[in-house]
């Protein structure tokens, strides 16, 4: 190809991606009664978009993109907004092929081979309304999975993957690697987000220092990490608690800052076997409108739903053993959802690491959503550590 020609595909190269961001950009602003609502709707979009590439809904991308594009200004505005698994509509009827079902439907025969799900594919959740009236305000909801369809299942446990190759769901019954060893620390909890807060009741004094976030440890995760550490302790396992919070007064860099933590507390107490990062989710209607997420434990109360977001090696950057975390939360999942069948919403597994590569016990555990009052996240805490404990326990004997 001559100087001529290669010049002249430039130029038509660049004329297609000019007209294909002329054509977004007039999508994103139609409707705009100004300029600057129309700025607005086009950085909303952008960060939402920023949003999608980070957790693989746009393919496959190269770990150095990847780590550039979590710590942009742009995607951190975004992370409390982004509606990047979409829920059902709360305030809307259920349409024919999503009636509300009275309990949750039934898993596949387990000889039914599972077959890999699309990359980023939306949770299929229905919605079931709560019985009992909430106390801070924030409307209530149930979700649960509409059908399997969509998901990989194994046992009880549904999981939305973002994977693009096949798992075999029956090596997921085998039993997980780490271990209680009795000996030092077994378990670290920390918070990568522990400025994540919940809502409390109306006039209750709290300082917010972003959007649902605050430093005050009464209502944030932190609290709910403390709740985990004493079943742990008062179960006769050792625990550390790391209250750090890693994302204040800068959310950038907050994974790598409690990385660097937890390389620091294993070389310290290499005894420790377990390491959960406790979060919590934002969850919005298409309005914007945020909701709580809720189940009914008869004769306690209401809990806020739990959700294990479980890293893979699908980013590009090494984790060999991801699958032992997996075996690990699907353990959990599973004991969980014996005893309390609405706790868990689908297990959400995903190419980036979220730092579970320290470990082969290592998990992501989002309580309840933002819209959930400290005591629901408190009790949904408690539920937690004591099926874990269980879990631990019985690989153990």
Partial sequence: MNVTSLAGLRRRIFSA????????????TAGSENAASAARALREAASQTAMRLEFGAYGEMSPAAVLALSETPLLYSARDN????PEAEPDDAPSADETVPDSVPAPPPAETPSEPVKDAVPLQEAVQEPVRPVDNGVRARTLIPKSADGYLVSGRVYISSSRKTPLDTQALRDTFDAELTGEGPQILILHSHGSEAYTPAPGTDLVWWGDSRTTDFRYSVVRVGDEMASVFENAGISVLHD????????????YDRSLSAIESYLAQYPSIRFVLDVHRDYIADSAGNPYKVISEIDGV???AQLTLVMGSDGSGLSHPRWMENLKLAVAIQEQILSDYPTLMRPMLLRKSRYNQHATTGSLLVEVGAAGNSPEE????????????TEVLQARSK
């Fill in 17 to 28: 991606l000019l007209s294909l961001g002329t054509l977004w950009t007039v999508s994103v």
């Fill in 82 to 85: 982004a509606d990047l698994f």
């Fill in 243 to 254: 209250r750090t919070l890693y994302d204040y007064p800068d959310y950038s860099g907050s």
């Fill in 301 to 303: 109360g209401t809990a």
């Fill in 377 to 388: 996240a408190l009790l949904s805490a408690r539920i937690f550590a004591e099926e874990m």
